[in-house]
């Protein structure tokens, strides 16, 4: 979402850094450890507490359109303290993606083609342009490289693996706004440890519907389950309807089934282990002007609310945002596959092996690997024909072998497993094998 700061300039040279008690912070200018990098050249912020047990993982927080990291020391210095690698990562976002996707445009896969083209680099959209080097991806595999290299002790190459890609699974992602959103679409594409979004929606007014990444999963590899994705937002924000956000988006995310929206200025940690929170103070005074001061309240350093001893007074929420207990409640609902159809139930392998086998497949939380295998006597399914895939493929063209035995009575099984481990499945009508 699109809203406005007052911009405080900065100056900064290669790598400043501030030692607070045991914490180190560096502003990092992304030029510096890629020279392609050539748009929203502000730096980076990164923080790190070698006082603190680490938890060997990165969090990674994306600022919201037009602001940069230096709106959100506190919480990036807070995950640092709680144990985190902590980045505030700079990259392009200038266009969000509910304003260009918005207005007359009723496409619900615009938003997430604008976001990946983001993300990664791939041209998707005409409704932005941005390259492999200034992508986000690309951006944080070159700042955790240089972290590598200019600190070789500080545990910052063990988030890339040996090719010097992102280690996915031991990052937390993060975000406000706009940023919140790109957080969000990570963990539908990649397995993350945990998905935070602060005031965050994409949501199409003229078909009052959540964009199609966040509504329809199965079109995504939907690859981090619902119980790792939590959301904060005021219920007075400018920016967000609170309404929409609590009824359509986030149950869109699968959030309902851990609880209902918890007002965090009523109730303490762990508020009741929701993974939607909310709350309704009134906006401080800033020495910086806010535009939307209820949309910044949640995380911005100048809008939200500070204790007496400068403290954030949403400190405890953070900690739970970033650490509070996932897979609170047990999904007892196992995955559903139905509907198989069959391109022809008679195969010759020799001559012509193709199958083409479609089928659905559902989950109230999400699937996150299916199976087929076949079996020559319909009971004994041994042949493999495909595994692992992720919930949006529900169609392969299978090459039958022909070592597969001849028969009458062949059939091909469907398994579906979500992420607590339950599994539905289906068998296909016979198939002969000449």
């Known amino acids: 979402m699109r809203r406005t700061l007052i911009l405080i300039p900065l100056v900064w040279v290669a790598l400043s850094a501030v030692s607070f008690g045991q914490r180190q912070a560096y502003q990092i200018p992304p030029v510096e450890t890629d020279p392609q990098i050539n748009v929203r050249l502000e730096p980076h912020y990164v923080a790190v507490n070698p006082a603190m047990p680490s938890r060997n993982q990165l969090f990674v927080f994306f600022p919201g359109t037009d602001a940069n990291p230096a709106f959100y020391k506190l919480i990036v210095n807070h995950a640092a303290d709680l ?34 083209e983001v993300l990664d680099g791939t041209d998707r959209s005409p409704l932005v342009t941005v390259d492999r080097p200034n992508s986000i991806e690309n951006r944080l595999v070159k700042l955790l490289m240089y972290l590598h290299n200019r600190f070789p002790n500080d545990g910052w190459g063990q988030f890339l693996d040996s090719n010097q890609a992102i280690k996915w699974p031991s990052l937390v992602v993060s975000g406000h706004s706009q940023g919140g959103g790109h957080a969000g679409i990570i963990g539908r594409y990649h397995p993350v440890a945990r998905v935070v979004m602060f005031a965050a929606m994409d949501f199409n007014v003229r078909t009052l519907s959540p964009a199609n990444w966040i509504a329809k999963p199965e079109l995504t590899p939907n690859a981090t389950p619902p119980d790792r994705f939590f959301g904060f937002s005021h219920q007075r924000d400018e920016r967000i309807n609170f309404q929409i956000l609590t009824g359509k988006v986030w149950p869109a995310y699968g959030l309902s089934v851990f609880g209902t929206v918890v007002n965090v200025d009523t109730m303490a940690a762990p508020f009741a282990e929701s993974h939607t ?4 103070l009134e906006s401080q005074n800033s020495q910086v ?39 609170s409640v047990r999904d007892m609902e196992s995955p559903v596959v139905s509907n198989i159809e069959l391109s022809r139930t008679k195969v010759k392998p020799r001559k012509d092996p193709t199958l083409v086998i479609s089928w659905r497949a559902r989950d109230n939380l999400g699937i996150i690997r299916q199976d087929l295998t076949f079996a020559a006597d319909g009971v004994n399914f041994v042949v493999p024909v495909v595994a692992g895939l992720p919930q949006n493929i529900q169609l392969i063209t299978w090459r039958v072998p022909v070592t597969v035995p001849k028969t009458t009575n062949g059939r091909v099984k469907i398994l579906a497993v979500d992420a607590a481990g339950n599994s539905g499945e289906a068998i296909s009508i016979p198939i002969t094998i000449k």
């Open 289 to 327: 002007p806010l535009v939307n001061p209820y949309h910044s309240i949640v995380v911005v350093d100048a809008g939200t609310p500070k204790l007496a001893d400068g403290t954030p007074r949403f400190a405890p929420v953070w900690t739970y945002l970033l650490t509070g207990a996932t897979e």
């Open 83 to 116: 144990g985190f690698h902590a980045v505030g990562l700079n990259y392009p976002n200038s266009e969000a993606a509910n304003d260009v996707c918005g207005g007359a445009n009723d496409d619900l896969d615009c938003y997430g083609k604008v976001r990946l």
């Open 277 to 280: 929170l909310t709350s309704n």
